[in-house]
């Protein structure tokens, strides 16, 4: 079964600091690598999205990292805000036929303190 | 633009109904998108409509149906509902290319008692 596995399950982190949440998939079939953030009461919002021909991305203070032999990324957060505080997921998806079908890390509950 | 639209919010219905949700895309995408977000199972692909057809399905059991309209809009139907069908619904909508950025809505609380 097509998995996409995540941690940590949850972190806190200062004001002011790095946040990093790593994941890992199995399928090397999956091409393409979004985080999404989610704030409570609302759906998940694309943050950041990767493909494997490149080993990072950055926007603004968010960063993909991507290891392509290891089948694992990540997402820093450099300069944490308590308005960063949120579910941040990473998911996978692979599709040649077409269309949009994700596979989802189980999440990551990021809370920042002054 | 208006975002995604997703009614209702809130459902309750009791084990052995049907429930039809409700999805409306932002303006000009042509695909669509339900996920099942759930505690203990995190967020699972259901099923992609795209030009009114399915594209693409997840691995859910035949209760769980879907349909688009040639608006674009979709619904999703969740007949003989079971205890474990409460989560939060959600409809995502996207230009249809592969791999393009999925626009959540907020999604439908369905609870089942």
């Known amino acids: 079964q097509q998995q996409v596995k995540q941690s940590p399950q949850s972190l806190i982190v200062q004001k002011g600091g790095i ?4 994941c890992a998939y199995e399928n090397t079939a999956f091409d393409y690598f979004p985080w999404y953030q989610q704030f409570p009461g609302k759906g998940p919002a694309l943050l950041i999205a990767i493909r494997p021909d490149v080993s990072e991305k950055k926007e603004g203070r ?13 997402l820093h957060i450099m300069d944490s805000q308590p308005g960063d505080s949120a579910t941040y997921f990473c998911a996978a998806s692979g599709l040649t036929g077409g269309g949009n079908k994700l596979t989802f890390g189980t999440g990551t509950q990021l809370k920042v303190e002054l | 633009k208006a975002g995604v639209t997703q009614t209702p919010r809130y459902l309750i219905k009791t084990r052995g109904q049907q429930v039809t949700l ?44 879907g ?19 409460s989560a939060l619904y959600l409809c995502a909508s996207s230009s249809g290319l592969t791999n393009s950025p999925l626009h959540f809505g907020n999604g439908t609380r369905l609870t089942v008692t």
């Open chain 1, 62 to 74: 968010f960063t993909i990292s991507f290891n392509k032999s290891a089948k694992q990324f990540s």
């Open chain 2, 22 to 65: 409700s999805c409306s895309p932002i303006s000009g995408h042509r695909s669509v998108s339900w996920y099942q977000q759930t505690p203990g199972q995190g967020l699972q692909f259901l099923f992609e409509y795209f030009s009114e057809t399915q594209r693409n399905k997840g691995n859910f059991p035949g209760r769980f149906s």
């Open chain 2, 67 to 85: 349909r688009q309209f040639s608006n674009s809009r979709s619904e999703m139907n969740v007949s003989t509902l079971e205890l474990g069908d």
């Open chain 1, 19 to 22: 946040s990093i949440i790593n």
